[in-house]
């Protein structure tokens, strides 16, 4: 029961709802009984805050019960018995223009978060916690409305302010619930397209900031910040074979060539306009398609204010970009690669969030996402701010949220960005500025842990679904199972194999010879992980040139290089990816201002460029030999891997039942009649040579068949004599 004070029209907790300060509006609005002051005529009252109201009633049955101003503020009053009254009652209000407003009171509604769901997030378990943080429509008690719930512990009060309420913090705050640090308050009437942030008072310092939803699922164009209340996805999914097919999808036997894309510059509209989900479903699909890639990887969708961040410095966790359309648009741009049998991979960034004042960073006035010391909390390299990985509350937002896009997008699988800085407290710190863990080590106990755990209910929840690791450094068991002590990745970035081989083919041929090892060295590690190989984004930016600009020479050794290149990338064990524009050598570095340069495309050159990589991707996906045992030792065998004077490498590739031989010639010098030995005599047949004239080589190579010879040679009882095309690569296999 409340205090009512005859001689004084506020108590104290009513001058917290007037200041914006009171952490339980519930204490002080909607009905509650009158108690000891009850009479016959009135043993309940209703207490509503209206500021700005003129006059107010009650609308009960369509019949008015004033609502009395306590005079000189802007509380109304109203009392009586309690059966006058339904559960939830109409508050009907005229504003200062003399508008009329009629709407359910807020206060009138119990609590909607349940106590199984608090207990679950408060231990970091609460895999589907995005249905109940952020802005929800629902109905309660059959009347329509938006739930608004949100984590903030060290607030003194929260407010949902947004146009339906002026955004006027004293309007709407929201309860608290116990210890938890969760908020909540349903408030009936609002609809689906409705804006909205969080108000916010730090209970320490009294200050007060908006914030966008940490949940919010759909947000405005930047550079405005609001979030967008999203109505429940009516989509309907039409992906159902390949989801099916996915979850008994063998993917360590299975090809695997990804190409990554930005979508932002992969393609423009006509007046250099961001185009649609839409339109890029069916634009990347004539696109991909014929070109043989079985998924792509795209860069981060998640909401971003910044488009030079690339999306790697997210705001918005739950919501795909408003850049490109709705969230259901961003449905059916996957639902439709699906239906052409193209799988998603998204780039997913759990290793630091941005600064800006609207998101993430000190949420409630309090280091609540992020580490309070600067040590633990910050990337200076970036300007980012690091997960606190220990807390129970933000492993929950950041797991929920990799299995929101697995569940809610049908997406297959999300690369993980910067797993090296996550592991390591030292990443790219001096000493003394990072602090050891328990054990006075370097690695990032907590992050490990995440990490394990991630893996473990993508993988559980989702099977098929692939978690890719862009991790550099040689932490162990990286894609082994969490319960042999691994991290539980599907895949790891080669980033070794990546840096060693753009090393070595920058170099000018003369003086390969003397680096032959950068060739060589990769195999002895090759199948201590499951390797993806990756040409990204990352190696055509920053000044490090577009991968034909790091190819020596003049401009026909460059794409006989680049081609020998990408003959090498198909063939050598491990999964692929190649960024978007390098299929066909642009020139330019990549620029997320503008779109490729489509125009290179009247080129024989780059059309050439373009044809190679769609028959690699052709060999490879239809030559088990290829990629069967891509993370196997059986699956490689040197022919010769020590011709370093010719710098020439020659291997054997295995499937169950099949295999292939690949022999590249690094150097622009021919060779007839070289000699290569064989595991198995007969005729041998070309399938690719990369110096083709199809591709814009110089066509030298070999008349099919090949006739083998039984001559010993490199520890086989036979050999074949063949023709090495200059800075070329053939694939032969057995007739």
């Known amino acids: ?141 059959g009347i329509e409305g938006v739930l608004f719930a949100t984590w903030a512990p060290n607030a003194e009060r929260i407010s949902v302010v947004g146009d339906f309420n002026d955004w ?36 320490a310092t009294g200050a007060v900031f908006l914030k966008s939803d940490p949940y919010g699922q759909a947000f ?98 739950y919501a795909p970009t408003s850049r490109f359309g709705t969230p259901d648009d961003f449905r059916y741009f996957v639902d439709y690669l699906h239906r052409h049998n193209i799988g998603i991979i998204l780039d997913w960034v759990p290793a630091h969030f941005p600064k800006d004042a609207h998101a993430l960073a000190r949420f409630d006035g309090s280091a609540l996402y992020e580490h309070e010391d600067p040590r633990l909390g910050e990337h200076r390299d970036w300007g980012t701010l690091i997960y606190n990985y220990g807390r129970n509350e933000v492993r929950n937002f950041l797991l929920a949220n990799a ?20 592991l390591h407290l030292d990443y790219s710190r001096e000493p003394g500025e990072w602090i050891p863990n328990i054990h006075g080590g370097n690695e990032n106990l907590e992050a490990m842990t995440f990490l394990q755990k991630l893996n473990e209910v993508c993988h559980g929840q989702h099977p098929g679904a692939l978690v890719i690791a862009e991790e550099s450094t040689a932490w162990p068991q990286v894609t082994r199972p969490t319960w042999v002590g691994g991290l539980g990745f599907s895949m790891k970035w080669n980033m070794g194999w990546m840096h060693d081989s753009l090393d070595y083919m920058s170099k000018d041929p003369i003086h390969r010879q003397y680096h032959h090892n950068q060739l060589t060295f990769g195999m002895m590690y090759a199948f201590t992980e499951n390797f993806m190989l990756p040409f990204s984004h990352d190696e055509v930016v920053h000044g490090k040139g577009s991968m034909i600009n790091k190819m020596p020479g003049d401009d026909w050794q460059k794409f006989a290089n680049l081609r020998l290149l990408y003959t090498y990338l198909f063939t050598y064990p491990g999964t692929k990816l190649l960024f978007m524009g390098s299929e066909f050598a642009q020139w330019s570095e990549w620029a997320q201002s503008r779109a490729l340069d489509w125009n290179l495309f009247d080129y024989a050159p780059h059309q050439g460029m373009h ?25 490689f065998e040197w022919i010769d891997c020590h011709d370093s004077t010719q710098s020439i490498v020659s291997y054997i590739r ?82």
């Open 1 to 141: 029961m409340l205090n009512v004070k005859q001689d004084n029209p506020l108590s104290h907790a009513m001058l917290r709802i007037v200041t914006a300060t009171h952490h339980d509006p519930f204490e002080v609005l909607g009905r509650h009984s009158l108690g000891a002051n009850s009479t016959a005529t009135a043993d309940t009252f209703v207490r509503v805050y209206l500021p700005g109201a003129r006059t107010a009633n009650l609308l009960v049955n369509e019949q008015q019960l004033p609502l009395n101003r306590i005079e000189g503020t802007d509380f109304f009053e109203w009392k009586g018995l309690a059966g006058l009254l339904p559960d939830h009652y109409l508050v009907q209000w005229h504003d200062r223009h003399n508008v009329k407003h009629t709407e359910y009171d807020p206060y009138s509604f119990a609590p909607q978060l349940g106590e199984v769901d608090m207990h679950l997030f408060a231990e970091g378990q609460h895999w589907n916690i995005y249905q109940h943080l952020g802005a929800h429509p629902r109905t309660v008690d």
């Open 220 to 317: 405005e164009l930047r550079p405005q910040t609001g979030s967008i209340v999203e109505a429940p996805s009516r989509y309907e999914w039409q992906d159902g074979d390949w989801m099916n097919q996915r979850a008994h999808w063998d993917w360590q036997s299975s090809p695997l060539s990804v190409y990554e894309m930005h979508l932002g510059s992969w393609r423009r509209g006509w007046a250099g306009e961001f185009m649609n989900y839409r339109e890029l479903a069916h634009q990347v699909v004539d696109y991909i398609k014929p070109l043989g890639f079985t998924h792509i990887e795209i860069l981060p969708v998640s909401e971003h204010p910044l488009d030079d961040s690339w999306g790697y410095q997210t705001t918005g966790y």
């Open 611 to 635: 044809a190679l990589v769609k028959d690699l991707n052709h060999c490879y996906t239809s030559m088990p030999s290829l990629y069967q045992r891509n993370f196997r030792g059986d699956g």
């Open 403 to 422: 299995l929101f896009w697995l569940k809610e997008y049908h997406l297959d699988g999300l690369r993980v960005d910067a797993v090296a800085s996550m």
């Open 168 to 203: 006027d913090g004293r309007q709407h705050p929201l309860r608290v619930r116990g210890g938890s640090g969760l908020w909540e308050v349903f408030i009936p009437g609002i609809k689906p397209g409705a804006l909205y942030k969080f108000e916010i008072r730090n209970r």
């Open 654 to 735: 295995k499937s169950d039942n099949d295999f292939s031989i690949v022999i590249l010639n690094f150097t622009p010098v021919t060779r007839s009649n070289y000699r290569i030995g064989i595991p198995v005599a007969g005729a041998y047949h070309e399938v690719l040579n990369s110096d083709s004239s199809f591709y814009g080589g110089s066509n030298w190579g070999n008349s099919n068949p090949i006739y083998s010879q039984p001559v010993p040679w490199m520890n086989h009882q036979h050999s074949l004599e063949i023709n090495l095309p200059p800075l070329g690569a053939l694939i032969l296999k057995l007739a």
